[in-house]
């Protein structure tokens, strides 16, 4: 009897012993929807990476950690961690109803998935960031795994983790067709905050292009990064924007969010109107925020992803803080306009803490945790709107208010003004009348000096005061402009001889007569003519070449020798010698010279014999 009794008792135990292991598995009929198998799974840090699969399936369950929360999270470590979790499948419909597993956390640089059954892997996917989106079985922002397990069979889930960010495992366990309806519920909170994002970045963006005012630009350029951040969180900009890019969709987390600081603080010495004179401390400090998180961005093209992280979302919540607590005093120094921004800047730190606490573990992973942010985001990008909507329209009432002072102001500025017009305008008109009078016969004698000082009495050209600063006039435009210029220096031959064998009024009236013919054969209205002194006489052509001088002075030389000079019936002949030069200035200061190489060719032209056009050419000065 009592050998009996041990006996059924020994199979009691061993029953007992059976459902206690059974019970420590999963089953899968309790997946009604989705579960959370936090409070299944056991994990095993492998500090040193040293452990393999077969490593790892030897190990005993007491040397496992039963995980005692709903969230794995071990914050930001060097380790790899492996995660076990016993599957039995007692639910005979699920061969019909597949299953999906969901780590829910996008930015993890590598996992391995492993199904063993009966000691055997029997499937085994890898995932991560760190792998181009378009190897991922299921194309989903998410990492999901379909399990095949059939019906009354048990297995063991291995998952080996890796990553420089943080070290979250949200696991789940969904029914396929339930997860796609709640996935699609999610794709649509989504496209409704990047819906607002881009309407509010349309707008401010085409306000900004209205009236350049740069806080609308600081702003736009705040909640684009700010948006970017939260894509890249969320896993949203490696699957459509950068698949493929696998280093950048790490980094730029970094860059986005440190933007976002960056451009904050742009945008917030602006909208607070923080003098960098008067408000010195501050608007140094506020810089120095900006400073710092422009230091992280650019750092985060050099250095490692670890390595930056946790210094950005220390700068971003210190700004956050610092931004809400100027925001509030200059609420409390009566600017209108700054309660929104408190409360805005507000919002987004409340969601910035939550966030930063979910990454060190002092928070747990769950709805509001992972959306605070985006929620709070989405709040202060609308309030930051209405902020600026309101501080337009106050700018706005501030310039009417003060353009119809203006108008009051100038209304009796021209009543008086009026009066005052009214009172001179009879004394002014006496007074102009006398003026014009005056001023007609003034400038009647001015004429007449300024004829009187600009030419030759003799010869009626123009004299040599005249000339000279015409010269100067025309050889800057001919410098500045590189066109050529031509100058003919013309003297009569032996007209000491006219004048002492016919005397001087013979020679005045041989003077005459060829400053007849020189303006009959130099018509341009540019063109200058001037006797320069004695019987010489200088000729101005701008914008000639040296074939169009050499035909000028040619036709000169020929026309006097032509002329018909009589004293007292007598035919006297009259030549004359003419030196040209032609050429661009090529400084400002050659006039001098030019003359010279002028007047040294007219100097060869009377060795010559006389009677002749001789041009300054280097083999002709040479010769002199």
């Not at 001919?478 to 003919?488: G, I, M, S, T």
Request: hydrophobic share 50%.
């Amino acid at each position: 009897m009592v050998r009996w009794i041990w006996i059924w008792l020994a199979g009691v135990m061993v029953a007992v012993s059976g459902s206690l292991m059974a019970m420590e598995r999963t089953t899968v009929s309790s997946v009604v929807n989705q579960t959370d198998l936090g409070r299944w799974i056991l994990y095993l840090e492998d500090a040193h990476h040293a452990y393999a699969l077969e490593d790892v399936k030897n190990i005993p369950d007491r040397a496992w950690v039963r995980n005692q929360g709903q969230l794995l999270n071990f914050g930001y470590t060097d380790a790899a961690y492996w995660f076990k979790l016993p599957l039995y499948n007692d639910d005979t419909r699920r061969d019909l109803n597949p299953l999906l597993l969901e780590i829910g956390y996008g930015v993890l640089d590598r996992v391995e998935v492993y199904l063993v059954r009966d000691a055997k892997v029997v499937e085994t996917t890898v995932l991560g960031d760190k792998i181009p989106f378009a190897e991922r079985l299921i194309q989903n922002r998410h990492f999901l795994v379909p399990l095949n397990l059939p019906s009354g069979a048990d297995a063991d889930l291995y998952l080996r983790v890796v990553t420089t960010s943080s070290m979250q495992f949200p696991l789940l366990l969904w029914d396929e067709h339930h997860f796609y309806q709640i996935d699609q519920a999610r794709m649509i909170s989504h496209g409704v905050y990047f819906g607002i994002v881009l309407v509010m970045i349309i707008y401010n963006l085409f306000v900004f292009m209205a009236i350049g005012e740069r806080t609308y630009l600081h702003y736009v350029l705040c909640i684009f990064s700010m948006a970017m951040f939260l894509a890249a969180i969320n896993g949203l900009t490696f699957q459509y924007l950068w698949p493929n890019a696998t280093w950048w969709n790490d980094q730029s987390i970094l860059v986005f969010l440190n933007a976002t600081v960056l451009f904050g603080c742009l945008f917030s010495l602006k909208f607070l109107t923080i003098d960098r004179h008067s408000e010195k401390l501050l608007y140094r400090y506020v810089a120095g925020l900006g400073g710092t998180a422009l230091v992280l961005l650019l750092a985060s093209f050099f250095m490692s992803y670890r390595m930056i992280i946790s210094f950005s979302i220390a700068s971003g919540a210190l700004a956050a803080v610092s931004l809400i607590v100027m925001g509030g005093w200059r609420w409390f120094r009566g600017q209108a306009s700054a309660r929104y921004f408190t409360v805005a800047w507000f919002l987004m730190l409340a969601g910035s803490i939550v966030l930063a606490l979910n990454k060190y573990s002092m928070l747990p992973q769950n709805l509001l945790t992972e959306n605070a942010i985006q929620i709070g985001s989405a709040l202060e990008i609308i309030l930051l709107s209405i902020a600026l909507a309101d501080r337009l329209n106050h700018e706005k009432r501030k310039a009417f208010e003060a353009q119809q002072k203006a108008l009051e102001l100038e209304r009796e500025a021209r009543a008086v003004q009026a009066e005052y017009l009214e009172a001179q305008r009879t004394a002014n008109q006496r007074l102009e009348e006398r003026v014009a009078e005056r001023t007609r016969e003034l400038e009647k004698v001015n004429e007449k000096l300024l004829q009187l000082s600009c030419e030759d009495a003799l010869s009626g050209l123009k004299n040599r005061g005249y000339f000279d600063q015409t010269f100067k006039q025309v050889w800057l435009s001919a410098y500045r402009y590189k066109q050529p210029l031509a100058l003919l220096v013309a003297d009569i031959d032996h007209f000491k001889r006219i004048n002492d064998q016919y005397g001087h009024l013979m020679g005045d009236e041989c003077l005459r007569l060829i400053a007849q013919s020189l303006r009959k054969l130099v018509v341009r209205p540019q063109d200058v003519i001037a006797r320069y002194g004695g019987e010489e006489f200088v000729m101005l052509l701008p914008d000639t070449s040296e074939e169009g001088a050499m035909s000028v002075a040619e036709r000169i030389r020929a026309r006097v020798e032509s002329l018909a000079f009589h004293v007292a019936d007598q035919a006297v002949p009259v030549t004359i010698s003419i030196g040209v030069n032609v050429g661009v200035p090529q400084s400002a200061q050659g006039r001098e010279p030019f003359f010279k190489q002028a007047d040294d060719a007219l100097y060869l032209a009377k060795a010559r014999g006389r009677n002749q056009v001789c041009l300054a050419t280097p083999q002709n000065l040479h010769a002199i």
